[in-house]
């Protein structure tokens, strides 16, 4: 039974105004492509053996964004990009892709958080749910956040909208926007349930 984790990670945080492409580079080479080369060398092997769990590591960042990471931010919703896409791929071979969205004390976040709240996010809090997310129980497609002992679930959800027609207009957009953009009846989709 194999479990890949993806999270490798680096930081090299800036402004977008004050960053190098190199440094957007780079993020995105370690933490987006790290993974897509990881899990080249282990997909072919879990299709063969009808089984497999993989693990992505995103971050709040990724799903929420942060000031001077936008490198960061894009790299690690990439994961979350990627995870839907294997998440169909796989399913037919018993291959479960999913997202931990941490929020810990490591050697990336010890400059960033003062001291007290560094004691209370420590990593071994982020533990169960990895574990979780690779057993042979485990969901597929699903995004679970952690954090100093709170777990919760982070996803992407679609309202049913408004049908303007075809011929909506800017001014139409602008003057529905309220009820476009009303979530009281929001669910999670895939692209299954979409039809493609």
């Known amino acids: 039974m194999d479990v890949l984790i993806n999270n490798a990670g680096i930081l090299r945080d ?3 105004a ?22 080249c060398g282990v997909w072919p092997i879990m299709r063969e053996q ?6 992505m590591t995103t971050s709040p960042t990724g799903l929420y964004g942060n000031f001077g990471q936008a490198n960061y931010g894009a790299a690690k919703l990439g994961q979350v990009g990627f995870m839907n896409t294997l998440k169909i791929e796989g399913a037919k071979y018993n291959i479960h892709t999913n997202t931990i969205a941490p929020v810990a004390a490591t050697r990336m976040t010890e400059d960033l958080m003062p001291e007290e709240v560094l004691k209370a996010l420590g990593p071994e809090l982020v533990t169960p749910a990895v574990v979780y997310l690779g057993t042979e129980d485990a969901p597929n497609g699903v995004i679970i956040q952690a954090q100093g002992g709170q777990y919760s679930i982070a996803c992407i ?40």
């Open 50 to 55: 009808n089984y497999g769990r993989i693990v």
């Open 157 to 196: 959800v679609e309202n049913q909208g408004v049908n303007l027609g075809h011929d909506a207009t800017a001014e139409d957009i602008a003057d529905n926007y309220s009820k476009i953009v009303d979530l009281t009846d929001a669910k999670p989709r895939s692209m299954l349930q979409l039809g493609g």
């Open 14 to 16: 800036k402004s977008f």
């Open 18 to 39: 004050k960053m190098e492409l190199d440094d957007f580079q780079v993020v995105v080479d370690v933490h987006l492509m790290g993974a897509v080369n990881v899990t």
